[in-house]
């Protein structure tokens, strides 16, 4: 992944196959912002409830995909030079049918041996 062209290099373009669609970035930006810091703040407050390291050149785009499949909106991206933070939000049935919010934080960085991407998973 690099930089030039966008995030990823891919930003913007309006594809499926992308890790970051010109949809997700609009959601990003019509997200309430009140919202999403209560949501940043719980999601800080707690240990993740899961936490998965992927190696792989893929392994960021292949995240992304699932988790847009699986309901999941983009509220908050962070890029770095040699790294990409992305928040993903959802509401969900829970137990009982009580709603709890799923949030989960995709984190990929570049490293001398490859990149690595850090999944780490909140149920609120």
């Known amino acids: ?3 030039e062209g966008g995030i990823a290099g891919r930003v913007g373009e309006a594809r499926s196959d992308v890790p970051i669609s010109e949809e997700d970035l609009q959601h990003l930006d019509t997200f309430p912002g009140r919202r999403k810091e209560t949501l940043m703040q ?3 407050a707690h240990e993740p409830n899961k936490v ?7 392994a960021f785009e292949r995240t992304a995909l699932r988790l847009r499949r699986d309901g999941y909106h983009l509220i908050h991206l962070q890029s770095q030079e040699t790294s990409l933070s992305s928040v993903w939000y959802r509401k969900s049935d829970g137990v009982m049918s009580w709603r709890r919010a799923e949030i989960t934080m995709v984190v990929w960085e ?8 850090t999944v780490l998973t909140w149920w609120l």
């Open 52 to 58: 998965v390291q992927l190696d792989g050149e893929f």
């Open 110 to 117: 570049e490293q001398e041996d490859g990149s690595t991407t």
């Open 1 to 3: 992944m690099t930089n």
């Open 42 to 44: 719980r999601m800080t």
